[in-house]
């Protein structure tokens, strides 16, 4: 079983920045694939972007060039930094894996832009 902890959400103003956390409760963190996923009220939740375990990194156009995902596996922990933030980007941000064939999420924190 993994356990998701993400910390580091608030209130910003636009063209702000913010740094998001996630700690994972698994030996197995180095392995997995680690993801950012966010829901707007009246949305669906949408990837934002993902980590491999070799480092590769994908975004969803919408954060390209702003949002930046790194990890460390001697804290077991990934990162998601935000800058340039727009009104547009608030919503719950939840932290995702899959191990052993089951998805794993974390509890979400709120990042709120105002404008």
């Known amino acids: 079983q993994v356990q998701l902890s993400e910390s580091g959400g608030g209130l910003v103003q636009a063209g702000g920045s913010l740094r998001l956390s996630c700690a994972a409760s698994t030996t197995a963190f180095s392995m997995l694939r680690m993801a950012w996923y966010r829901q707007a009220p009246g949305n669906q939740r949408e990837l934002v972007a993902h980590?491999?375990?070799?480092?590769?990194?994908l975004y969803a156009d919408s954060v390209k060039g702003r949002f930046t995902i790194s990890r460390d596996n001697a804290k077991n922990t990934v990162y998601l930094q935000m800058k340039s933030l727009k009104p547009e980007d608030t919503a719950v941000y939840y932290c995702?894996?899959?191990?052993?064939?089951?998805?794993?999420w974390g509890q979400g924190t709120q990042v709120t832009v105002s404008s």
């Open positions: 995702q894996s899959k191990y052993a064939g089951r998805d794993y």
């Open positions: 980590i491999t375990n070799f480092g590769g990194t």
